[in-house]
């Protein structure tokens, strides 16, 4: 008589599907979490937590957000659903930078650049206009990720209150005694028609003459003299300077030495119709007299450049007495030793020229004669009679070598290819310029000193960071703060028009302004009649026009939005700010600035940096190259989470490559997490955890082992996020589905979730089992699979609310104690008794004396300890091996165990599947084993161990 026993059989089941289908199902969560107002409900769960603050560095407001932009977004989320998770109220607050040149640009290109279409205000109101559409796309985008965050109430720099806050926050700089105004060298973008600040500048190659000039000497035997030596008669001297950039030559105005260097007086090449004898550094001599086609030659005199000190060179084309000055800055690495020097075109010659008071005799327009397009001024006058005003300085690089070359200045000349500063944003070569500017000096109230003791004070992912930043700032100039545009935040500062100086009462005045701007915006301070705050001084003063660096827009974020929203649970020092690798000189350096500038600190506690994204080559992302990965690519085709899951698992503090490749194995990891959710959640089946949940205490051996496994993982991931592991935290976790889960627990447990009573004590202690791993689970993964983290949390059993994200880490795990049935260590030996059961299976399974490891009896050959030790837990051994019968066999001679097999003689059950020497013993079921009548009709099986 044949049974069905389907029915007996409690197989997984679920509504968790197996495919994810992501890109189909997120956005229906998406929805959902808008219209349940997720964001405000976790924060109502978090609240009289302690606080967790991460600060969002803001992007830009143009263009759409590329796979850079979400890598950043989502480490970032994974850091505040964390921090959730471990206790804290952690609050998100996005945000956007939206001043500055590459809007302004846009708005140019469509509506001509100011007084072409549109007055100042109007052309600020279309540059406002512009950035809100670019935020509501990126916002989109962001959404879409997953991200989390306060997105209906997000700070933009363009908004009034965040001007006025600016302003608030420059007037507590100059109240600290920051700010300072003068001549001086800035980076000049001829295409910006502005200064840039240093993190607006990148570094490119660049062909450059690379020149050999002669500088003579005004009084020869007195140079020579200094070398102790006596000229003949016809000789001349000579000084060679080595340079890049002939077009500041028109600028130069000394000759600088370095004041330890030796030099040394050469005869050199005929030049200027007689001989001419040179001044070189001796470590540099040789190489130098190479490049003038000279390879013997005669050292008639050394010095050092201390006494060299005042001697008069000639200019190489104008009129003009060059000084020797000494500077540190000059050194023996290349060049000649001597550096030709042009205050207006060089941060190092303008300091030098301070200090011999270089520019003293000369207009500003000798100090810098090149206007802001790049073009010389009309007023220079021509290179020996080699027109050079109305020039642009690149094309006068080849007319000023030729003029050389002419007048036998030019000792040599070729074409160097090299690094040199270019605008980050045109990618075009910037120059040095001395322009009046607003500056942040970094010594004039100790902000230098202050910001490098502060960097000591952060802690910094990964450690390196310190080391970089430090160094930035060591060696960073002033920050010129100052821009010449039109959509930004002005300067808001009456100035004398006789002295140039800000008015005393400048950060009074300011906040006046400042509660003006809060209003009306920044058109308040265009729109401002100076009588109206300064009486009848009011003449005496201009306002300034210049807009702030848009770097101080965002670098005084802490003030304008930390201190500004305690009611979004906000503060300052934030406890975390995560950028790219490139703020350093950026938004970490100028928040850090303008924090110690304010507040005496940093306005953070940790900063921790990802690298940027390249393709499996280590090459850059780039249209160009072909190489680029959309993020709304990969989420239209693979979802969001597996683009969470791929930054999450890459080791973001170097280069994160990307490509589909890496995104197919990606793939691969997340259905195999997925699959464990599904899983544990479908063999949960039938289970109330309010009723149906075993003690610790009271559950099989096997199941409780399992759930300190959970346990210390759970320790171990807790740990990670702390740390900002991610990638360690993806690798545990399929670890533990692959191996401590799939490889053995749920092979293991199958037998009895699927073949004992529904409600018997060892099914329902796997149930808990399975139960307290999948509420664990659930959290592990929430951070880096929010949308899969949420699904499962609709399926898994019992009455729970709403989101997994108002929860904390699950409590319901423990490690073993001491007193447990199965320890550690034995568990250990069995594992390692079971992978050499199946070393042994695996020949028998390939010369087909067996089919599966069921159809083996198992042998374990033992010495007395051993049988000891196996003799409690021998009954069960053969559900934990997933074999037939387990025998020990005794051979007190062993000093280990030797396992044997043969294969069973014994029948299968139908409906266990175990080959058993009692199926048919019951007449009603001849097909069945004696345990499986049991679970049918009977009291049940019971288990301890396994």
């Known amino acids: 008589m044949t049974h069905d026993y389907k029915s007996t059989i409690h197989l997984p089941a679920t509504e968790f599907p197996m495919r994810g289908d992501l890109p189909k199902r997120e956005p229906h969560t998406l929805a959902r979490w808008e219209g349940d107002g997720l964001y405000a409900q976790i924060r109502q769960h978090a609240k009289g937590r302690p606080t967790f603050v991460l600060h969002d560095g803001p992007p830009y407001a143009n263009g759409q957000i590329h796979i850079g932009h979400a890598v950043n977004k989502v480490l970032k989320d994974v850091v505040v659903k964390s921090r959730l998770l471990s206790g804290f109220d952690a609050p998100y607050v996005p945000g956007w930078d939206c001043h500055g040149l590459p809007i302004e640009l846009v708005v140019e290109k469509k509506y001509g650049k100011v007084g072409d279409k549109l007055d100042a205000a109007a052309f600020r109101a279309k540059c406002r206009e512009y950035a809100a559409e670019q935020i509501d796309a990126q916002r989109r985008d962001f959404k879409r990720l997953g991200v989390v965050g306060a997105w209906d109430q997000p700070y933009r720099t363009m908004d009034f209150r965040y001007e006025a806050d600016m302003l608030r926050s420059l007037a507590k700089i100059i109240d600290r005694g920051h700010l300072s105004r003068g001549v001086k060298p800035v980076h000049w973008c001829f295409d910006c028609g502005s200064a840039l600040a240093e993190a607006e500048i990148e570094y490119q190659d660049k062909a450059s003459p690379a020149i050999d000039v002669a500088y003579k000497a005004r009084q020869p035997q007195a140079l020579a003299s200094a070398f102790g030596v006596a000229l003949p008669e016809g000789i001349d001297v000579a000084v060679p300077i080595w340079t890049t950039t002939p077009w500041t030559l028109p600028a130069s105005l000394a000759v600088t030495l370095g004041p330890e260097l030796d030099y040394v007086l050469v005869e050199g090449p005929a030049r200027f119709g007689m001989r001419t004898w040179l001044v070189l550094a001796e470590a540099l001599a040789e190489k130098a007299l190479a490049r003038y086609g000279v390879n013997d030659f005669i050292v008639h005199g050394r010095a050092t450049g201390v006494e060299l000190e005042g001697q008069r060179l000639q200019h190489p084309f104008y009129d003009r007495e060059i000084p020797l000055i000494l500077g540190d800055h000059v050194s023996a690495e290349d060049g000649t030793g001597a550096v030709h020097t042009a205050p207006g075109h060089g941060q190092e010659d303008f300091a030098v020229g301070l200090r011999y008071d270089l520019m003293g005799p000369y207009t500003a327009a000798q100090i810098n004669p090149v206007d802001g397009r790049g073009v010389y001024l009309p007023s220079t006058p021509p290179a020996d009679g080699v027109a050079l005003a109305g020039m642009h300085i690149w094309k006068a690089n080849d007319a000023i070598v030729e003029v050389l070359r002419n007048n036998g200045a ?252 890496i995104l197919k194995r990606t793939g691969d990891v997340y259905r195999r997490i997925r699959n464990t959710a599904r899983f544990l959640l479908g063999n949960l089946h039938g289970f109330d955890p309010a009723h149906d949940l075993a003690p610790l205490d009271a559950m099989v051996a096997l199941d409780r082992w399992i759930v300190h496994r959970a346990h210390a993982l759970q320790v171990k991931i807790a740990d990670a996020y702390a740390r900002y592991d991610f990638a360690e935290i993806v690798q545990a976790l399929g670890n533990f589905c692959s191996v401590d889960l799939g490889a053995l627990y749920l092979d293991v447990t199958k037998d009895r979730l699927y073949t004992l009573r529904e409600d018997a004590p060892a099914r329902r202690s796997a149930q808990s089992a399975m139960y307290r791993i999948a509420e664990a689970f659930v959290r592990w993964i929430a951070p880096i699979l929010s949308f899969t983290a949420d699904e499962m949390w609709q399926h898994l059993p019992g009455k729970r609310e709403g989101n997994v994200l108002f929860t904390t880490w699950y409590e319901g795990l423990a490690p073993l104690g001491d007193n447990a049935v199965l320890s550690v260590e034995d568990m250990d030996r069995l594992l390692a008794l079971r992978d050499d059961v199946a070393k042994v299976l695996e020949p028998m399974r390939a010369n087909g004396a067996i089919g599966a490891a069921l159809e083996a009896e198992i042998g374990l050959v033992c010495g007395a300890a051993d049988q000891q030790w196996l003799a409690p837990f021998v009954d069960e051994l053969r559900f934990l091996l997933i074999s037939g019968d387990v025998h020990v066999v005794a051979d007190n001679g062993a000093n280990a165990i030797q396992v044997t097999a043969a294969p069973t003689q014994k029948t299968k059950c139908v409906r266990c599947w175990q080959y058993r020497g009692d199926v048919g013993a019951v007449d009603a079921h001849p097909q069945l084993c004696g345990r499986c009548v049991s679970n049918i009709e009977g009291p049940g099986e019971s288990r301890m161990f396994f």
């Open 410 to 661: 030019l000792l040599a000349h070729v074409t160097l290819t090299h690094s040199y500063p270019h605008c980050w944003r045109h990618k075009t070569p910037v120059a040095f310029r001395a322009t009046p500017q607003w500056f942040i000096s970094m010594e004039q109230a100790g902000l230098r000193r202050d910001s490098l003791k502060a960097i000591g004070d952060v802690e910094w992912f990964p450690d390196w960071g310190e080391a970089r930043i430090y160094a930035m700032v060591e060696g960073r100039p002033d920050w010129c703060i100052s821009r010449q545009r039109t959509w930004g935040v002005p300067i808001a500062l009456f100035i004398d028009r006789e002295t140039g100086e800000p008015h005393p009462d400048s950060p009074a005045l300011m906040r006046q302004v400042a509660d003006r701007v809060e209003r009306e915006g920044v058109d308040a301070w265009y729109s401002l009649d100076p009588s109206e705050l300064l009486g009848a001084t009011a003449s005496r003063y201009d306002k300034v026009t210049d807009i702030l660096d848009v770097w101080l827009d965002s670098g005084v974020s802490h003030e304008c939005v930390l201190a500004q929203r305690p009611e979004d649970m906000l503060r300052k020092p934030a406890d975390l700010y995560l950028e790219g690798s490139d703020q350093h000189r950026g938004w970490f350096q100028s928040s850090l600035l303008t924090g110690v500038a304010m507040d005496g600190i940093a306005p953070y506690k940790q900063v921790l940096t990802h690298g940027f994204t390249v393709d499996q080559n280590g090459r850059k992302m780039s249209k160009s190259l072909g190489n680029t990965i959309e993020p709304q690519r990969v989420i239209d085709q693979m979802g969001a989470d597996v683009l969470r899951l791929w930054i999450a698992a890459t080791d973001y503090r170097n280069e994160i490559a990307v490509s589909d490749e």
